[in-house]
């Protein structure tokens, strides 16, 4: 009742030629990828949270077999359900309902879904898949959320699953760190990339974990222009050792990383 009145007085109309149009929402599947630890994971789980908080489905799909990042994100206790992205891939046709029942949703908001490998597993825990099986889990989340984030790994030539959701992405984030071996890394499988049926233009370059001192300079060395920078935080180092990455981000130390996911939540999702 309070905050019906709250409103009813204090709401004012946008003036006129300084109103900012809203953008409509842009549904789709934004991948994460780049070099080796550049953080992609904390990237796709930051964005993930960024739309769930504003009330915006979303599933974020894990692609890492390797190192299974479920357990990483947060205590299994804040998660519901105990399902493995294998038991999808598992089936000889993934469907849309196998998908749903398999699906984590976060107890505390349920509009953020998790799909990932279980702790313990490998890709070799389940039966082979090939790339139909992806294709179709890619066509399902599709109709299942507005908003897809695919964390990928970055060996995309031995990784069918990254490959596959990298080419039916609607837009990519390229992650490098300012570095050499960030560098040389893409240089080297960007070919990949190109001799296949790739939209270049649907990426965005991304400098992350950038420290103060290489602002500016080293990253336009290293890596030319980018449409965004994340920048180091330790509050955010702290979240990853601690495995707590859905939790809010509030020290000031954070404040430019938290305001870049913001900006490409916008650009890419127009939320
Ligand atoms: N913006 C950042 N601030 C602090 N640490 C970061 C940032 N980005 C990445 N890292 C660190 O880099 C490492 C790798 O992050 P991760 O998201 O797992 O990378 P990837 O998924 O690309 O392998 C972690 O130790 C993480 O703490
Ligand atoms: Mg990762």
């Given at each position: 009742m309070l905050n019906f009145k709250k409103k009813s007085i204090f709401t004012r109309q946008p003036a006129g030629d300084n109103a900012q149009p809203e953008q409509e929402p842009q549904s789709g599947i934004l991948a994460v990828w780049g070099s080796p630890g550049s953080g992609k994971t904390i990237t796709a789980v930051k964005i993930?949270?960024?739309?769930?908080?504003?009330?915006?489905n979303v599933v974020l799909?894990?692609?890492?077999?390797?190192?299974?990042?479920?357990?990483c994100i947060c205590p299994s206790s804040e998660l519901d359900g105990e399902h493995s992205l294998g038991s999808i891939l598992a089936a000889t046709h993934v469907t849309e309902a196998l998908i749903k029942h398999n699906l984590v949703t976060l107890k505390k908001n349920?509009?953020?879904?998790?799909?990932?490998?279980?702790?313990?597993?490998?890709?070799?825990?389940?039966?082979?898949?090939?790339?139909?099986?992806?294709?179709?889990l890619m066509d399902g989340l599709r109709k299942i959320a507005p908003f897809v984030v695919v964390d990928c790994g970055s060996y995309i030539a031995n990784d069918i699953l990254s490959a596959?959701?990298?080419m039916e992405a609607d837009s990519?984030?390229?992650?490098?760190?300012?570095?050499?071996?960030?560098?040389?890394?893409?240089?080297?499988?960007?070919?990949l990339l190109r001799d296949s049926k790739w939209?270049?233009?649907?990426?965005?370059?991304?400098?992350?974990n950038v420290k103060p001192h290489q602002v500016g300079e080293q990253i336009?060395?290293?890596?030319?222009?980018?449409?965004?920078?994340?920048?180091?935080?330790?509050?955010?180092?702290?979240?990853?050792?601690?495995?707590?990455?859905?939790?809010d981000l509030s020290l000031k130390d954070s404040r430019l990383f938290r305001r870049e996911i913001e900006k490409i939540a916008k650009e890419v999702f127009g939320c």
């Open positions: 993930a949270k960024h739309l769930a908080d504003r009330k915006k799909l894990l692609c890492d077999m390797t190192a299974p990042m479920l357990p349920s509009f953020l879904t998790i799909l990932g490998m279980k702790k313990g597993e490998n890709e070799y825990t389940y039966p082979p898949y090939e790339q139909i099986q992806v294709q179709e596959v959701a990298l990519v984030l390229r992650l490098a760190c300012a570095d050499l071996k960030s560098v040389s890394y893409l240089s080297s499988q960007l070919p939209d270049a233009d649907k990426q965005y370059k991304v400098a992350s336009g060395q290293a890596l030319g222009s980018v449409a965004f920078t994340l920048t180091h935080s330790q509050e955010l180092e702290e979240q990853y050792l601690a495995g707590n990455l859905l939790a």
